[in-house]
């Protein structure tokens, strides 16, 4: 079946510095690629998707790249703020389905 | 636009007792979805409904786990009973086409003591 792997966290990161989480999949067609992130006590928020092969995702700085030769897609960022701290979660969902398959999620820390 | 209601927001429950979550979609989302989230791991589907219908409900366990979308609006699910092993959080989300990008409530934390 689906899955998806993200690197184990927490990732602590002082303000200002590059950002990469990676993120690999295994599915049987050509899913859709998501990253959701949680800031504490609220619920996921969708922050940028792609949708096929090469595709770029981007939203308030983070950035995301479709790679299908690698099964990846890792996301960055290249100066992160405090108010980046959350666990940040890779998903996919199958063509033709909405239901989405989550990684375990990593742990950003940004401190000052 | 308003997001999606979740209640309660917190829930501590002894085991084999009853439960129920409460989702309100936003207003027009014909798609709802319950996720179930563990710690220290992702979100993961219980049940799809588009509008009163179930779409998807292979991993629910139904041996205990129930949930309704009556006139295609709000959603409960309920578990009866519980076991120390369904602590986690519920998260209910709607899209308003069963696409991507769907939006998702601030979810139920329920502890099973």
């Known amino acids: 079946g689906d899955s998806v792997t993200q690197m184990e966290g927490p990732v602590t990161l002082s303000e200002e510095a590059f950002l990469t989480i990676n993120c690999t999949y295994t599915?049987?067609?050509?899913?859709?690629l998501f990253w959701y992130v949680q800031y504490p006590g609220e619920g996921l928020q969708l922050l940028l998707k792609a949708t096929k092969a090469d595709d770029k995702g981007s939203n308030k700085g983070f950035e995301a790249t479709y790679r299908k030769e690698t099964t990846s897609f890792h996301l960055e960022k290249g100066s992160v703020q405090v108010s980046d701290s959350a666990v940040y979660f890779c998903a996919l969902s199958e063509p033709g389905y909405s239901t989405l398959t989550f990684g375990k999620g990593t742990m950003l820390l940004v401190s000052p | 636009e308003a997001g999606v209601a979740q209640s309660p927001r917190y829930k501590i429950i002894e085991k084999r007792q009853s439960v129920a979550f409460w989702c309100n979609p936003i207003?027009?989302?014909?798609?709802l979805y319950w996720y179930q989230q563990i710690l220290g791991q992702g979100p993961k589907l219980l049940i799809q409904?588009?509008?009163?219908?179930?779409?998807?409900d292979s991993q629910l366990p139904k041996d205990r786990f129930s949930a309704e979308r009556l006139k295609g609006v709000d959603s409960t699910l309920k578990i009866q009973p519980a076991k120390l092993e369904d602590s986690a959080v519920y998260l209910c989300?709607?899209?308003?086409?069963?696409?991507?990008?769907?939006?998702f409530g601030s979810g139920t934390r329920l502890t099973v003591v």
């Open positions: 989300a709607s899209s308003l086409d069963g696409h991507y990008g769907y939006t």
């Open positions: 599915a049987t067609g050509y899913p859709s």
């Open positions: 207003s027009g989302h014909a798609t």
């Open positions: 409904f588009q509008n009163n219908g179930v779409v998807d």
